[in-house]
C-alpha cells in the first residue's frame, strides 16, 4: 500500500529555515520520484520540486536559490530544507508520489499535507 | 511559467452534466492532468495524459483536449463531487496547476 507522510514543525520565525520530512512506504524511490507541493491558506497548488528516482533533483526556478530536497538512500525518508522564510511562504506543504509515463508527469498519490505558518 | 486559467467557480445541480475547462497560456500537448481536493484534504489524482482514468475513479469523470484547451467533464454530477478541482501541466518546465474551480450545489 502506498503511503507518504509529511511531518515537520508547525511554526517557523521569518528569515529562520524549514525542515520537513516525508516518510515513504510501498513503493521504491529509486523507481519513483517525489516531489514537493505547498498551498497557501486557501489558494492553489505550487509545484516547489522533486528528487527523482536516479538521484538527482530539480526544482521550481522561483524557490530554487532558497530550497534543497535532498535523500540519504533509496529508502530513506525525504527532506526539505527552505531557507530565508516570508510570511508568505506559509502554507500546507505535501509530498507527492510522481508518476512519469513517457513525457507526463502527474502525482498519483499525496500525503496528508503538513501546514507551516511563518510568523514573528 | 505556464499560466493554467480554470473559471472560479461553478453552480450545479445533482443529475446534472458538467464540464470544467482548463486553458493554457502555451502548449503542453497532452500533459494536462486533473485532480480533485475537498476541503480539509489532499488533492486526489482523476485525470492523467488528458484524457486517461485514473485507476479506482468512477467512469462519471472523463477528460479532453491537447494543445492549449482542456476539458473535465463529470457526467451525472453527485453531491460527492462537492470540491475545487485542479488542472496541472507537465510539458513545461516548470510544474504548474491552474487556480482551480470550485463546484457548488445551485
Known amino acids: 500500500q502506498v503511503q507518504l507522510k509529511e511531518s515537520g514543525p508547525g511554526l517557523v520565525k521569518p528569515s529562520e529555515t524549514l525542515s520537513l520530512i516525508c516518510t515513504v512506504s510501498g513503493f521504491s524511490l529509486t523507481s519513483y520520484h517525489v516531489s514537493w507541493v505547498r498551498q497557501p491558506p486557501g489558494k492553489g497548488l505550487e509545484w516547489m520540486g522533486v528528487k527523482w528516482g536516479d538521484g538527482s533533483t530539480a526544482y521550481n526556478s522561483a524557490l530554487k536559490s532558497r530550497l534543497s530536497i535532498s535523500r540519504d538512500t533509496a529508502k530513506s525518508p525525504v527532506f526539505l530544507k527552505m531557507s530565508s522564510l516570508k510570511t508568505e511562504d506559509t502554507a500546507t506543504h505535501y509530498c507527492a508520489r510522481g508518476f512519469l509515463y513517457i513525457t507526463e508527469y502527474y502525482f498519483d498519490y499525496w500525503g496528508q499535507g503538513v501546514m507551516v505558518t511563518v510568523s514573528s | 511559467d505556464t499560466v493554467l486559467t480554470q473559471s472560479p467557480a461553478l453552480a450545479v445541480s445533482p443529475g446534472e452534466r458538467i464540464t470544467i475547462s482548463c486553458r493554457a497560456s502555451?502548449?503542453?500537448?497532452?500533459?494536462m492532468h486533473w485532480y480533485q481536493q475537498k476541503p480539509g484534504q489532499q488533492p486526489k489524482l482523476l485525470i492523467y495524459g488528458a484524457s486517461n482514468l485514473e485507476s479506482g475513479v468512477p467512469a462519471r469523470f472523463s477528460g479532453s483536449g491537447s494543445g492549449t484547451d482542456f476539458t473535465l467533464t463529470i457526467d451525472p454530477v453527485e453531491a460527492d463531487d462537492i470540491a475545487t478541482y485542479f488542472c496541472q501541466q507537465s510539458w513545461n518546465d516548470p510544474f504548474t496547476f491552474g487556480s482551480g474551480t470550485k463546484l457548488e450545489i445551485k
Open positions: 502555451e502548449n503542453v500537448n497532452t500533459g
